[in-house]
C-alpha cells in the first residue's frame, strides 16, 4: 500500500509529494526535520536511513516495494536493494539528489527500462534514479531535444508526424533513451548511420559530483565522450539531442535464407558495402531437423508510392530461392514488430524467466569460422526455447564513439545469443548458462573482439582494462574529474567501490 502525503504549511522548500509505504510490519517512517529543514526518510533498518534529504520537486520512494522492484532488471538474476528510489520532477532533482550522494559517498545507478540482464541498473544499499519521469520530446526542424527516460517509441510516434525518424532504432523500442545511449544503442540501420551514439549532436548531463552540464562535440568534449556508451560511470544523461532523418511511409521487408554461416556473411557483407537495403540484419534460427538455418533479414523503403525493385535488390544473392519471404509493412509496424512477441512473451510468462543475454562484436576476419564453431557446439536448448541468435554486419569507419568498443577491423558483426533459462527437463541452468556465455566471450576476445556491455558477462576490473584499452586512460581520467567520489553505476563493475 502506498500513502500519499503532501506537505503542509512548508513553503516552497517541501517535496510536492512523497510517497512512503509499507504501513505494518517493517513500516517506514518519513518525518521533517525541523532544525534541518529536510526530510528524514528512515530506509530498512540494514542498510541505515537517509537522513536530511532535500527538498525535491518530485517523489523520493523508500517502501518496499519500490526498492524491491529497482531490484531487479530483465536478466532476473541479480539482486542488488537500493535505500530509496528516486522519481525525479525535474533534472533540478538529479542534481539535488547526486550533490546529496556525492557528500556521503552513497551510490548511485540510472535506470532506464531496466533492460540490461546483469544488475547494470542496480545499486546495493544506494539510490536509484528512475529516469522515466523525465520524458519531454520537442522536434525542432531535422533534430530532437528528448529527455533520457522518453522511450524510443515514445521519440517515434513524436517525429513521424513530421515525416522524420530517428536513424537508428533498436530491434525493440521500449528502451529509454538515456539507456541506450548510454550503452551505444545498434540496430539494422546501423550498417548505414553508425550507432544511436553516434547520431547524438548534444547532451544534457548531471555529473557524479552533481553540476547539470551541457556537453557536446564541441563543448566540454571529455565529458561527452565520456558519458555516450560510457555505462553510466561519469554522468547520468538527463537529455540527447538527435538528429532525424526522412521516415518512409511503407518498407518492404527480405528475409532469405541460407544453408551456411559464409553463405549469409558474404551477402550480407555485399548488401552492407554497396548500401543497398536501408536495414540490414540477420539471424540464426532452428531448421527443425536438429540443425541450423542462417538468415538475411533486409529492409527497403517504398519512395513516392512505388515499390522497390525485388530483382535489383536480390538477383544477384546467393541464397536459397523459392524460400524467400517477402512482405510489405508500414514503417510503424515494422519498427515494432517486437511488440506482438513480447506480448506473447509476457502472456506466457517466458519474459520474466533469467535472461542471461551474451552479446558481442566480432571481427568480420574472424567470423565465419568462430560462428560456425559455435552453431556446431550450440544446441537450441542452449539458448531456451524462446532464445533468439542474431547476427549482422555494420562497418567499423560508422562507428565514432571511443566507449563503444569494436573490433579494429574494417568489418564487425553483432553476434548475439539472446538466451531465456525457462526451467525444464535438462534445460541448462541461469548459472549454467552465465558460465558458458563467459568462457565464449574469452574465445570472442582473444580473436580481438568485444562484449557488447547490457547482457550478462562477468567481468573483473582488469576485464573492463582491457575491454576499454587505449580508451581507458580518457575514461579514467574522467571518472576522476566528474565523478571523484565513484559513486556511478556500481553495477556495471567498471571502477570497484
Ligand atoms: C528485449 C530487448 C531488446 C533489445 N534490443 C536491443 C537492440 O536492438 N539494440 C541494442 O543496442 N540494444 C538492445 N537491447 C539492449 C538495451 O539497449 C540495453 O539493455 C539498454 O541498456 C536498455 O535500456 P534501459 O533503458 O533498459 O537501460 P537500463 O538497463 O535501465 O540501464 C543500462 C545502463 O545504463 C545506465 N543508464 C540508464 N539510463 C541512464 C542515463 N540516463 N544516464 C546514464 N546512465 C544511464 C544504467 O545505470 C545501466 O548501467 C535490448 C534489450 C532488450 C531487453
Redesign the pocket.
Known amino acids: 500500500m502506498r500513502v500519499e502525503r503532501e506537505g503542509i504549511g512548508m513553503g516552497n522548500h517541501l517535496p510536492r509529494r512523497v510517497f512512503v509505504g509499507g504501513l505494518g510490519v517493517g513500516a517506514l517512517v518519513l518525518g521533517f526535520d525541523p532544525a534541518g529543514r529536510a526530510w528524514v526518510a528512515e530506509a530498512a533498518a540494514d542498510s541505515g536511513p537517509l537522513e536530511r534529504v532535500p527538498p525535491l520537486d518530485g517523489e523520493l520512494l523508500v517502501d518496499p516495494g519500490s526498492r524491491e522492484e529497482a531490484a531487479d ?2 536478466g532476473h538474476m541479480v539482486r542488488h536493494h537500493p535505500r530509496a528510489v528516486l522519481r525525479p520532477g525535474s533534472v533540478s532533482d538529479v542534481a539535488v539528489m547526486l550533490r546529496y550522494c556525492r557528500a556521503r559517498g552513497i551510490p548511485v ?9 546483469n544488475g ?2 542496480q545499486v546495493e544499499a544506494g539510490l536509484v534514479v528512475e ?1 522515466g519521469t523525465l520524458d519531454d520530446i520537442r522536434v525542432e526542424g531535422d533534430r530532437a531535444v528528448v529527455q ?2 522518453a522511450l524510443w517509441s515514445d521519440l517515434l510516434r513524436r517525429t513521424l508526424p513530421h515525416g522524420l525518424t530517428p536513424p537508428v532504432l ?3 523500442l521500449e ?2 533513451v ?10 539494422g540501420a546501423t550498417h548505414r548511420h553508425g ?2 551514439v553516434d547520431g547524438v549532436l548534444e547532451l544534457e ?1 548531471v555529473t557524479g559530483a552533481g553540476h547539470r552540464v551541457v556537453c557536446s562535440p564541441t563543448r566540454r568534449a571529455d565529458l561527452f565522450r565520456a ?1 555516450l556508451a560510457g ?2 560511470q561519469c ?4 537529455s540527447a539531442t538527435v538528429g532525424l532523418v526522412p521516415a518512409p511511409d511503407r518498407v518492404r521487408r527480405y528475409q532469405l535464407r541460407y544453408p551456411e554461416v559464409a553463405a549469409l556473411t558474404a551477402d550480407q557483407r555485399r548488401v552492407a558495402a554497396d548500401g543497398r537495403f536501408e536495414y540490414l540484419e540477420g539471424s540464426v534460427q532452428p531448421d527443425g531437423t536438429g540443425g541450423w538455418v542462417y538468415v538475411l533479414e533486409a529492409v527497403a523503403f517504398w519512395r513516392d508510392g512505388s515499390a522497390p525493385d525485388d530483382a535489383a535488390l536480390t538477383g544477384d544473392l546467393s541464397h536459397e530461392t523459392g524460400t524467400e519471404e517477402v512482405d510489405d509493412l508500414s514503417y510503424l509496424d515494422f519498427a515494432d514488430r ?1 511488440a506482438p512477441s ?1 506480448a506473447y512473451l509476457r502472456s506466457t510468462g517466458e519474459w520474466y524467466d533469467p ?1 542471461p ?1 551474451w552479446n558481442v562484436f566480432v571481427p568480420g576476419s574472424a567470423v565465419d569460422s568462430f560462428v560456425e564453431s559455435v552453431m556446431a557446439d550450440l544446441t537450441p536448448a542452449d539458448i531456451g526455447p524462446t532464445g533468439v541468435v542474431l547476427l549482422y554486419p555494420f562497418g567499423r569507419p560508422l562507428l565514432g564513439a571511443p566507449l563503444l568498443r569494436v573490433p579494429d577491423d574494417p568489418e564487425v558483426f553483432l553476434f548475439a545469443l539472446l538466451k531465456t533459462a525457462t526451467p525444464g527437463p535438462g534445460a541448462p541452468t541461469p548459472e549454467e548458462m552465465v558460465e558458458a556465455n563467459r568462457s565464449l566471450y574469452e574465445r570472442v576476445r582473444d580473436l580481438g573482439g568485444y562484449q ?1 556491455p ?1 547482457g550478462t558477462v562477468p567481468m573483473s576490473e582488469d576485464d573492463w582494462r582491457r575491454h576499454f584499452g587505449d580508451a581507458w586512460p580518457d575514461l579514467a581520467a574522467a571518472k576522476q574529474k566528474y565523478d571523484p567520489r565513484n559513486i556511478l ?1 556500481p ?2 563493475g567498471v571502477f570497484p567501490r
Request: glycine share 20%; no cysteine; charged share 5%.
Open positions: 532488471d530483465y545507478a540510472a535506470r532506464g527500462q531496466g533492460h540490461s540482464t547494470q541498473s529516469t533520457a527516460g533498436t530491434d525493440y528502451l529509454s538515456g539507456g541506450t545511449l548510454s550503452v551505444g544503442g545498434v540496430g550507432a544511436q548531463v558519458a555505462l553510466g554522468a547520468v544523461v538527463t517486437l513480447v535472461h543475454w557488447y547490457v553505476a553495477g556495471q
